[in-house]
C-alpha cells in the first residue's frame, strides 16, 4: 500500500516550523497501519529535522549555534547571488537533513514522545516550501 | 511485506555502541530477501551513524572532534535544565542521525565491508534507549 | 513492487560528482510510479548529498566551508593509517548522508528544481565506490 501527497507551507523568515500535527493527519488519511512514512523536502535552502518539542529555547539555542558555525555573509563564501543568508543556508541544509523517514505503528507516526517534525526555514525571508509526503507499508 | 519490532539498549554513558549484530538479526527474522530496513531511535539526545568498524580510534577520534564543535557546557545555551551536557546533546542529534535507511539484499544487511551500525549515546549519563525497526519489501 | 540494483563509480579524488541522471535511469527502468528511493552508498569516507545544480559555486564553497570544519592532518585525529585525509573523510561523511530517500511521483524522481544528487568524494585520490539503489512502490 503506497500514499503519496504533498503538502505546502508558506514561512515567515528563518526559523522552526512543527509541522507534526499535518504529517500526523497525512497518515492517518492513508490507512496504513504498519510502514514508513518519508517527508521529503523539494528544496536546498530549508530543511528538516526531528528536534525536542517541549522547550522552545533548544531551538533558540540550535539558532544560536547554527550563527556561530555558519554565519552570514562569511568571507567563505562566493556564491551569495540572492544575498549574505544564500550560501549559509545551503551549507545549513547539508549538515541537517533534506529527507526524514518515520515509522508507522498501529495507524500512527511512532515517535518518541519528545520528538516533533520540523521544517527549518533558512533564508532570512518568508517562502513557500513543498513537501513530498509518502507512506508505505500495509 | 512489512516487518517491525522495538530494540531497546541501556546505554552507559556517552559513546558508540555497535548495534550491527541486533539489526541483522531482526532482518533475519523478517524474512524479506530485497527492499529497505529503516533504523529509528525514539529520543532528541542520542542518535544514529554508520562508520567505520574496524579500528576503534576512529570512534574516539569522532569524539574528539564533536567535543571541539559542540562542547558541554557552551556559553551560548540556555536549555540547561539537565546539566552541561543537556543541549550539546540535542546539537549533536541534529548534526547526526534519527533515522537509518539500509538496503536489504538476499536477506541481508547490505553494508559495505568497513560499515558498522552505531548508536551514539550523547548523554554523559546511563540511559534507556528505544529503537523502532521496520523492514519493507519483498 | 521492489527493484533493486548496483550501480559503481570512479571518482577522480575529492569533489562532487553529479549522479542525478543514473538515479533517474533507474527509476525509469523499475516500473515504479508511485512510491521512495533509496540511494546507500557502501563505504565510509564519502557520501550523498542533495544540493543546489545550477551554480558550480556552491558546491566550491561547500568544499571551502568543510576544509575549515573538518581539515585534513587536524592534530585532534590519531587515526592517520591512510594519510591526513584518511579521519578527515570519516567525519565529513557523518556529517552528511550515507543514504538519501527520494519519492518517487509518475515513474520520475520528485525533485525539488534545484536538487540535484551528488556523490562526495572525500579522499583525496580516485576511488571506486559501490552504491545500492532500492526502489519500493507500486
Redesign the interface.
Known sequence: M?H?QQLRFSTDGRGTYNISKQIGEIINKSGVQ???C?I??????ASL????NA?P??R???D??MK???PDGDS????T?EGPDD?SA??R????E????????DGRE??????GIYLWEHRTHSFKR?L?V?I???
Open positions: 503506497v503519496q504498519t510502514g514508513i518519508q521529503f523536502i523539494q528544496h536546498t535552502s529535522i526531528l528536534c525536542e522547550d529555547t533548544v533558540t539555542d540550535l544560536a549555534f556561530r558555525l555558519v567563505l563564501f562566493k556564491h547571488d550560501m545551503h551549507v541544509t547539508i549538515l541537517t533534506s529527507s526524514l523517514s518515520i515509522p508507522v505503528h511512532n515517535l518518541g514522545i519528545w520528538q513543498n513530498s509518502t508505505v507499508g500495509e
